[in-house]
């Protein structure tokens, strides 16, 4: 079954430190992966996408098929990075795309 | 460029009433979804749609109807509305050509919040 976890429902850091927020996905097929973020009252919108293999806002996230993660990562949090954010997985066939529960990132001033 | 749009914005309703959140967008995406957010939770999805006609059923559909009558629309409908309903309600669309989903991007509405009392 595909299926995405992000094991922190919050994470907390403070401005500067470095940010990792963990999405593991089950898959059986190619993954396509993606990561969402959600400002505060406001939609969701796509921050980045594996198959582009760019920084986004200074994120980053590497897709690792042995470890079945995608974890998005950037090296120095701040204040306007707080957010939920969301990994997703594209799947094969008629199937939508399957969403995790989201991570909720507080960075501290 | 509208982009996917929903209404109401807020919406109070009483149990046992009904109502339809309407969902449009003008962006010609075959897919089509309803997520409901519970407060401080994540999304869980209700229906989707992956075509004009086609309708199926997500993660907690109890309680909800949809029906995709053209491209642009997908209308969700709450019958007998509970106190358990009460979330932001979040319709998003993406284009998805062939088996890949590559720079596909899914397009969210700016959310519908919905008290049942």
């Known amino acids: 079954a595909q299926r995405v976890t992000q094991p922190e429902k919050l994470l907390s850091v403070f401005k500067g430190a470095p940010v990792e927020l963990k999405c593991n996905y089950s898959?059986?097929?190619?993954?396509?992966l993606f990561w969402y973020v959600q400002y505060s009252r406001q939609r969701l919108q796509l921050l980045l996408r594996h198959i582009s293999r760019e920084s986004i806002k200074g994120f980053t996230a590497d897709l690792n098929k042995g470890e079945t993660s995608f974890h998005l990562k950037k090296p120095f949090a701040q204040e306007e990075d707080s957010a939920m954010y969301y990994c997703?997985?594209?799947?094969?066939?008629?199937?939508?795309?399957?969403f995790g529960k989201g991570t909720r990132l507080s960075v501290i001033a | 460029n509208a982009g996917v749009t929903q209404t109401p914005k807020f919406r109070i309703l009483k149990i046992g009433q009904s109502m339809t959140l309407q969902c449009t967008q003008d962006m010609n995406h075959n897919y089509m979804y309803w997520y409901r957010q519970d407060p401080g939770m994540g999304l869980k999805l209700i229906y989707y749609s992956v075509g004009a006609g086609i309708t199926d059923k997500g993660e907690v559909p109890n309680g909800y109807n949809v029906s995709r009558s053209t491209t642009e629309d997908f209308p969700l409908r709450l019958e007998l509305a509970a106190p358990s309903q009460t979330s932001v309600y979040f319709c998003?669309?993406?284009?998805?050509?062939?088996?890949?989903?590559?720079?596909?991007?899914?397009?969210f509405g700016q959310g519908t919040r919905l008290t049942v009392v």
């Open positions: 997703a997985l594209g799947p094969s066939g008629n199937t939508p795309l399957v």
């Open positions: 998003a669309s993406t284009l998805r050509l062939g088996d890949r989903w590559g720079n596909t991007e899914a397009f």
């Open positions: 898959y059986s097929g190619s993954p396509e």
